[in-house]
Structures are given as structure tokens and as C-alpha cells.
């Protein structure tokens, strides 16, 4: 095990953060805006989102860098900010963390298909190590990779995360099938945390979904197939339109009403992901430190 | 006259080459085109569908099928293009404005034109304005709208009332779809259709084309109909 992560997990289950996207959102980001880009326009209210998690008691913080490849880059016409945009994403939630939370980088999917010859294994390789490079080198604790639907891909990612040396976090989204339990190309979560633990994976996971009721039983399952911890970080359920806006009905409290269900599961890192909120990240902190003494944080550095 | 079974596994099986293969062979020995098309490759394509609906199928399955059909589709389309037969329809897709994920819509077009259709593809981000250009210009029957995000989703909105103000809506139907839009969201903007999935996307297309009988009420709903 890495040793940071044995470091982190010596003391139980790590609260993570929640959802970034909706909540830049929330500060003003307008509709279909990278929000990668406001790490260099508005890097006040990038850190203003780290902070509020840090606040509701996230001992990891992510980054606003899930986009931050050269592939979706491009598309907004960012692509020659590569480097810039993911060492101030890290910067900012470092900033935001003071010492009192670790910084793991985000590395979300390219959006472009291998199997269906959108972007050559290559191209694809070399665009996660130009940003898992850059995240490290703007000073990450470790890399989370996520939201991976594709295995070929989250393999590519994952490799070009170790050669940092930093831990790898590697999740990936199951919410296809009958049962809402397999990836969109129809891997189960046991193949998943087979491959992902065969790259060499420090922590496994499962993000996104299709809200905290069915992650107990995929949790378990990674937990089954892999001797590294798990990550699990569900979404707020499918959102609703209401008053021409995208409104989650789950509330913090029915949410963070799963995290004992996932803590037994196997789970050791919870947090939220899509509609969650600060609120949500503190109702989880209250239920998995529920009648017992809070530990005092573990500090970086 | 000759079977066509090879074509429909080879298809369904999603081996391209074997598809093109046995559709060279067939057509230098005098098939009709549209034999192939009507015996073998639409059906191919809508047991394709209906077992990605099942969950037998998944993203990859579906892609090498597409992929099989359209090679055997290039073949034949010179052909029917060559003694006047119209597609079974004219779709314009596209991810609308604000939003650059394009997997999904990807695989709807690539559905589409399996399903016999001609696609227009606008891309991703797609003003409204672009839509309604494309509508007119191509005579489109079928207009597909895709988004991923939450936010996003509501440039449908936009550019439904876009393609009202332009006057068009009458003469073409409006689909959506993308991980985030249901039924009562395709509801409440005025979509003409909404489904879970790609391949429910084709069979909507098809009943929009089809006469009149099968839609419910003002809207038209891929699974609670059956493939014509």
C-alpha cells in the first residue's frame, strides 16, 4: 500500500468532498463553460468551492481539473493551456486546504471513444500524462482518476498517473444494465477492480451512478475482487427540472443516510459527487463520526 | 432465391468484413439491393436494438454492429441512390449549444444510418439558429437533440422555441435524449419524443415517419411501441 494511504486510512474511513461543477455553477459559471477555465478567470471562486469543502470537513479535496485534457481542452479552444490550467487547479485547492486537507487531482474522461476510432491509444496515452504531469508537478498529494466509463481508457489513465510516483485513485461509473450495476460497456465491478488493481492501482472505486441506494452493493463488490481500499463517491441521484433549472431531490440527510451502509461495505473513502453540496459533505462527516470520538485530523506535510 | 441469414449474423455479430463480404458476393450475383436492406439489415439492427434495450447488449456490441452495417451500407446506397429510392428519412443531430459531449449522440447517428436514415450531423454545441438553418436547407423530417449535462439540457428548450419561432415546427419532429433528460422534461419543453437510449432513439425516428396510430397522445414514446 502507499504509504500515504495507509497514512490516511490509519484512523478509519476519509471523508473526500463533493461536486464541483454545480457548485461553480451556483457562483456564476454560465451554462456549457469549461469550468477549467476559471481556474485562471476567476480562481476566487475555484478556491471558494475547495474552501467550503475543507470547511464542511473534507480531509481530501479534489481540483477543478476534470476536464483538463488536451482532448476536451481542445474543444473549448483551451487546448494550448494544458499545463496552466492544471498546476493552478492544484495551486488553488492547496491554497483553499491551508495545511488542514490533502490535495488529490482530478483526471476525468477525454470524451472521445477509442472503440469507436475517435482518438488513437497514443494520442490518448499522451494527452493524460501531459495532464498528470502537470498536476504533479503544481504539487498534488495523489491523482483520482474518474469517472471512467471505458476500461481501455481508465487503463491509459491510470499508467500515465503512476509514472508521477503519487497515489492513483481510479473509479469508475457503473450505472448500465438491468441492474444499474455494470459500466456502459458492460464491464461488472468485480472485472473492474480485477484490471484496475492489475494496473497497479493504489485505491479502487465507484463515482457518479445513479444515486447513494445502489452503491452498498457495488462497494462490496469492488471490495470482493481487490485487496486495495475503495473509493466511493455517488451522485445525488438523477436531477429534476424545476423553474427551468436542474434541482436534485435527494437531500444531505437521505444521502449521507447511505455512508454507514458503504463504510460497511468496505468502503474507506466516501464523499459525494454530481448535486452534491457542502451540506452534503457535512451530514456524511456527522453520520460516519456518529458517536464517536472525532480523531483530530491527520495533517499534510 | 438466395438467403440472406449470413448478412443478418454477420451484422448482428458485428463482423464487418463478413458483411461487406457476403454483400459484394450477393449484389454481383444479381440481389436486389433491397433485399439485402428489408431481409437482412434492418432486421439485424432492431434485434441489435432490442437486445441493447435488454441488456444483453452493451456500447461496444452496439458500435461494432453499426459499424458492419454501414459497410455493407456503402455498398448498396450508390444502388438505391441510383434509381431514385429515398431514405426512410432525414435527420439533423446534434449536442446542443453549451454542451461538447458527443458519445452519445454519436451512437444515435450511428444507429440511425444503420436504421436506413440520413444523417446529418451538426456536431457538438449546435446554436439554435444552426438547427433551424439545417432544417430547412436538407427538407429535414427529424430533428434529434442531445445533451449530457444538466445545465445543458435546457438549450433544448431554446432551440425548440427556436425552430416554433422560425415557423418550421409543423413540418418536422423533435427528439431528445442524453444521460440527464426523462420523459416529463421531453414533456415539458415540447419535444415530440424522448427515449432512455439509442437504439429506442431509432424506433422513434421510425415512428415518426410511420403514419400516424402509434403515438400516445402528443408525444411519442420509443419503448411502449412496437418496431414496425
Known amino acids: 500500500m502507499h504509504a500515504l494511504i495507509r497514512q490516511l486510512l490509519s484512523r478509519g474511513p476519509v471523508l473526500t468532498d463533493g461536486a464541483w461543477g454545480t457548485q461553480l455553477q451556483a457562483r456564476g459559471l454560465p451554462i456549457g463553460e469549461m469550468p477549467e477555465g476559471w481556474n485562471l478567470s476567476h480562481p476566487e471562486d475555484v478556491c471558494g468551492v475547495a474552501r467550503a469543502y475543507v470547511a464542511a470537513g473534507s480531509r481530501i479535496i479534489l481540483t477543478n481539473t476534470f476536464g483538463g485534457n488536451r482532448c476536451r481542452l481542445e474543444a473549448a479552444g483551451l487546448s494550448d493551456r494544458v499545463r496552466e490550467l492544471n498546476l493552478r487547479g492544484v495551486e488553488l485547492s492547496r491554497k483553499a486546504a491551508e495545511g488542514r486537507a490533502w490535495v488529490f487531482a482530478s483526471i476525468g474522461p477525454s470524451g472521445k471513444m477509442l472503440l469507436a476510432d475517435e482518438i488513437t491509444r497514443d494520442e490518448l496515452g499522451a494527452a493524460f500524462e501531459q495532464q498528470a504531469a502537470a498536476l504533479a508537478e503544481g504539487g498534488a498529494d495523489g491523482l483520482v482518476v474518474e469517472t471512467m466509463g471505458d476500461l481501455d481508457e481508465a487503463l491509459l489513465a491510470v499508467a500515465a498517473a503512476r509514472a508521477t510516483d503519487l497515489p492513483v485513485v481510479a473509479c469508475m461509473v457503473f450505472d448500465s444494465g438491468k441492474n444499474r450495476d455494470q459500466t456502459i460497456m458492460g464491464l461488472t465491478p468485480e472485472e473492474a477492480a480485477k484490471a484496475l488493481t492489475d494496473a497497479g492501482a493504489d485505491v479502487i472505486g465507484a463515482n457518479c451512478g445513479r444515486g447513494m441506494g445502489g452503491f452498498a452493493l457495488i462497494c462490496a463488490r469492488l471490495r470482493s475482487a481487490t485487496d486495495r481500499p475503495i473509493w466511493i463517491k455517488p451522485n445525488a441521484g438523477l436531477p429534476e427540472i424545476v423553474d427551468g433549472r436542474a434541482a436534485y431531490r435527494t437531500s444531505p440527510e437521505e444521502f449521507a443516510g447511505g455512508a454507514q ?11 459525494g459527487c454530481c448535486g452534491t453540496s457542502p451540506d452534503f459533505i457535512q451530514a456524511l462527516d456527522q453520520k460516519l463520526h456518529a458517536g464517536t470520538q472525532v480523531s483530530p485530523l491527520l495533517l499534510p506535510g | ?13 458485428g463482423q464487418a468484413k463478413e458483411a461487406r463480404a457476403f454483400t459484394e458476393q450477393a449484389l454481383a450475383s444479381g440481389m436486389d439491393p433491397l433485399t439485402l436492406v428489408n431481409g437482412a439489415m434492418s432486421p439485424a439492427m432492431d434485434e441489435v436494438g432490442r437486445r441493447f434495450e435488454r441488456n444483453e447488449y452493451f456500447v461496444p456490441e452496439l458500435l461494432l454492429s453499426a459499424r458492419a452495417m454501414k459497410s455493407a451500407l456503402e455498398l448498396i446506397r450508390p444502388l ?41 450531423d451538426l456536431g457538438v454545441n449546435v446554436p439554435p439558429e444552426k438547427f433551424v438553418a439545417t432544417v430547412r436547407e436538407k427538407n429535414a423530417h427529424v430533428v434529434a437533440l442531445s445533451a449530457l449535462l444538466t445545465t445543458t439540457m435546457l438549450s433544448m428548450k431554446t432551440t425548440i422555441d427556436a425552430i416554433q419561432d422560425a415557423g418550421i415546427r409543423a413540418q418536422v419532429k423533435v427528439l431528445v435524449g442524453g444521460a440527464p433528460v426523462t420523459k416529463k422534461f421531453a414533456d415539458d419543453i415540447g419535444a415530440d419524443g424522448y427515449s432512455e437510449n439509442a437504439a429506442g432513439a431509432v424506433a422513434l425516428a421510425r415512428e415518426t415517419m410511420a403514419p400516424a396510430g402509434c403515438q400516445k397522445g402528443s408525444q411519442i414514446v420509443a419503448q411502449s411501441c412496437p418496431l414496425p
Open chain 2, 1 to 13: 432465391m438466395q438467403d440472406t441469414n449470413p448478412l443478418y449474423e454477420a451484422i448482428l455479430t
Open chain 2, 80 to 120: 438505391l441512390t441510383a434509381r431514385g429510392a429515398q431514405p426512410t428519412g432525414r435527420v439533423v443531430i446534434g449536442t446542443v449549444k453549451g454542451d461538447l459531449h458527443d458519445i452519445g449522440k454519436n451512437l444515435v447517428a450511428a444507429l440511425l444510418e444503420g436504421g436506413g436514415f440520413e444523417v446529418i
Open chain 1, 261 to 271: 451502509a458503504l463504510v460497511a461495505a468496505g468502503a474507506s473513502f466516501v464523499g
